[in-house]
């Protein structure tokens, strides 16, 4: 899901709500989590998971191609750590039906990403 797709699905949801509205609201909770996250703070959704800023220190790695050494300076990245009620929806698989015997399913993370046929070859 794109954020575009959030905003729609949440004006149909509320329709009350002006889509352009709704599009503020998401922009301004995702501007305020990048906010607080830029001063180093940690953001905590219950339920969904926490934001927080994690320090990568300064190494030397290595040139793949010529293997060389590399001097990488020191950077922060942005961390997500699923929360409790998340992680048991994600992982909480409903019984399967003789219909779905049959069926395919998809192997990997729930996204699609990160799967393990990454090569496309099928092996």
């Known amino acids: ?24 609201i998401v922009s301004t909770i995702f501007d305020e989590i990048c906010t607080a996250l830029a001063r180093g703070d940690r953001v905590e959704l219950r339920g969904f998971g926490a934001f927080s800023v994690k320090n990568r220190p300064a190494r030397v790695g290595r040139n793949p191609r010529t293997g060389q050494p590399v001097e990488v300076a020191e950077k922060f990245v942005p961390f997500f750590k699923t929360g409790k009620e998340l992680r048991e929806r994600l ?6 039906s003789p219909e779905d015997a049959g069926t395919p399913t998809q192997t990997g993370s729930p996204s699609g990403i990160g799967g393990s046929d990454i090569g496309g070859s099928g092996v």
């Open 91 to 96: 992982n909480d698989e409903p019984a399967s």
């Open 1 to 24: 899901m794109i954020k575009s797709e959030l905003v729609a699905k949440l004006a149909q949801a509320n329709p009350h709500l002006y889509q352009r509205d709704v599009e503020r």
